[in-house]
Nanobody
Framework: QVQLVESGGGLVQAGGSLRLSCAAS????????MGWFRQAPGKQRDFVAA????????YYADSVKGRFTISRDNTKNTVYLQMNSLKPDATAVYYC?????????????????WGQGTQVTVSS
């Protein structure tokens, strides 16, 4: 399994941008589909975005399409989430996750490894 460490969270005003990073350690990073999820206080963990191993395909929650972009650099074992036009409802802890096998990438329990999370707070 890979070990994952997120960074890049913080406080930003509505309309602003943040870029989250997730650094992975472990072998064969490019075999993993990588996902971002978020969990707001008192709410369930929700899918945000995912990207396949060699960036062949990307997937987004409807709520972030057109504003968030997921990407990865397999030479650096890192996945990114560029978040633009942030809204207060994006306030949450953001987690990156790695999935090895061909199960639905929209479902958190299908992921094998998780990071510790990074807090994103969007003020109005």
């Amino acid at each position: 399994q890979v070990q994952l460490v997120e960074s890049g969270g913080g406080l930003v005003q509505a309309g602003g941008s943040l870029r989250l990073s997730c650094a992975a350690s472990g072998p064969s990073f490019n075999v993993y589909t990588m996902g971002w999820f978020r969990q707001a206080p008192g709410k369930q963990r929700d899918f945000v975005a995912a990207i396949t191993g060699n960036s062949e395909s990307t997937y987004y929650a409807d709520s972030v399409k057109g504003r968030f972009t997921i990407s990865r650099d397999n030479t650096k074992n890192t996945v990114y989430l560029q978040m633009n036009s942030l809204k207060p409802d994006a306030t949450a802890v953001y987690y990156c996750a790695a999935k090895r096998w061909g199960l639905s990438l929209y479902i958190g329990r299908n992921y094998d490894s998780w990071g510790q999370g990074t807090q994103v707070t969007v003020s109005s």
